[in-house]
């Protein structure tokens, strides 16, 4: 099978999943970093209309790039996009305490920030929804070498859909530039995974997908905790939510 044919196999075997979780789940959402597998995700729900919701976490500290194209989306496609930001109580907390740059200093502390800025947002994000949708893929790190096509997230209580997990990078870049779809420039400047500014650096050629994220640690640590979460941070920063 040539690529372009297994290409088209794939995708249709992808939109075949998201009719699947549409129809069997209430109110579906696919959560968006912008990233390129979220933009391939993207495509297909506008494509053929189908009714699941948008979101993104703006953490405060996206890169300049990736606002952009949070625009360029909307306009692209004619969808809303729902955004949903850190709790500023916990944030300034943080902050104060810590400083702006804490992450850099540790694990724990860089996981600390995760949860505040994107775990305690994403379980606002997921409220009301019956199924939550992802752009990882196996391919991507040492973390993700397993993910499945569909898993129960015990979590949140919802059953969570990675369409994309067994494709390879060259999938993901044919479905995008077969189909025009817009993307994130950074990607063009060898930033293969973009997350917060702060923590998201080029990659040298031959290094893994997601060495330009958190660059300073260990590869089996590199999760922000939205798919791997740190359960005893997590539960501290909800508890701060809504506090004076």
Known sequence: MNAAMNLERQSEEA??????VASRHASPALASSFGAEDMVLTDLIARH?????IFTLDTGRLPPETYTLI???REHYQLPIDVFFPDHHALESFVREHGANAFYRSVELRQHCCAIRKT???VRALSGSGAWITGQRRAQSTTRTDV?????????GLWKFNPLADWVDADVWQYLRGHGVPYNPLHDRGYPSIGCAPCTRA?????DIRAGRWWWEQPEHKECGIHRRPLGIAVRVETTIGEP
């Open 120 to 122: 305690a947002p994403l």
């Open 148 to 156: 499945p096509v569909e898993e129960f997230d015990q979590s949140h």
């Open 71 to 73: 625009d360029r989306v």
């Open 15 to 20: 939109l075949a999943l998201l009719h699947r």
């Open 49 to 53: 209309a189908l009714p699941i919701r």
């Open 203 to 207: 990659i040298e050629p031959g290094e």
